[in-house]
Nanobody
């Protein structure tokens, strides 16, 4: 069972920046960030395969968010710039260890963190 622990969420003003981190207890092959705002469905924000051969970004965050990882630490990051009020949400880290896993808008994951809150005020 992989444990995922997110950190880095905070309250910032529009235009601000944050970096989220997700520490995994074990080796994973695919990792991603999702978010869920109150009253809305959870959506995939960004994802990356362990070898870095594939990344995914939601259209709404392209050019503003960057996903990265430190495989030596089993840690995933999400650098967020130019934050907007519509980025306000609980951000969740997700992971998969199944060979052949991938990342994308509709990909499912079998390990989830508890989430970290990001609030962007106007």
């Amino acid at each position: 069972q992989v444990q995922l622990v997110e950190s880095g969420g905070d309250s910032v003003q529009t235009g601000g920046s944050l970096r989220l981190s997700c520490a995994a207890s074990e080796y994973t092959l695919c990792m991603a960030w999702f978010r869920q705002a109150p009253g809305k469905k959870r959506e995939a924000v960004a994802g990356i395969t362990r070898d870095g051969s594939r990344t995914y970004y939601a259209d709404s965050v392209k050019g503003r968010f960057t996903i990265s990882q430190d495989n030596s630490k089993n840690t995933l990051y999400l650098q967020m710039y130019s934050l907007k009020p519509e980025d306000t949400a609980m951000y969740y880290c997700a992971a998969d260890r199944r060979p052949g896993c991938t990342v994308g808008r509709y990909v499912t994951f079998n390990y989830w963190g508890q989430g970290t809150q990001v609030t962007v005020s106007a």
